[in-house]
């Protein structure tokens, strides 16, 4: 079955840096594109960024153009997400997650704490 285990999360002050890792099992993870969600309480899941199966094409939210950089190596069956410059508004469980035939299938997320 799939399974997608999320790692890296903690706390950081403002400014600083984090780099999460999301491994990937269960389904033949060269085929297929991933993403990394966030979500804090009360409020939806947003997506992060986005990665196809290649590596070769990302997208990004707004809000974290320029400091967020989302990357798979396939031989590890692995995806990334780098954190620079973060900021308090960060703050939130991050989610990697696929979506295969019209259902998505999400890891148990990490924690991400931005504060002073």
């Known amino acids: 079955q799939v399974q997608l285990v999320e790692s890296g999360g903690g706390v950081v002050q403002p400014g600083g840096s984090l780099r999460l890792s999301c491994a990937a099992s269960?389904?033949?993870?060269?085929?297929?594109?991933m993403r990394w969600y966030r979500q804090t309480p009360g409020k939806e899941r947003d997506v992060v960024a986005t990665i196809s199966s290649s590596g070769g094409v990302t997208t990004y939210a707004d809000s974290v153009k320029g400091r967020f950089t989302i990357s798979r190596d396939n031989a590890k069956n692995t995806v990334y997400l780098q954190m620079n410059s973060l900021k308090p508004e960060d703050t939130a469980v991050y989610y990697c997650?696929?979506?295969?035939?019209?259902?998505?299938?999400w890891g148990q997320g990490t924690q991400v704490t931005v504060s002073s």
């Open positions: 269960g389904f033949v993870f060269r085929s297929y594109g």
């Open positions: 997650s696929l979506w295969i035939a019209g259902t998505p299938y």
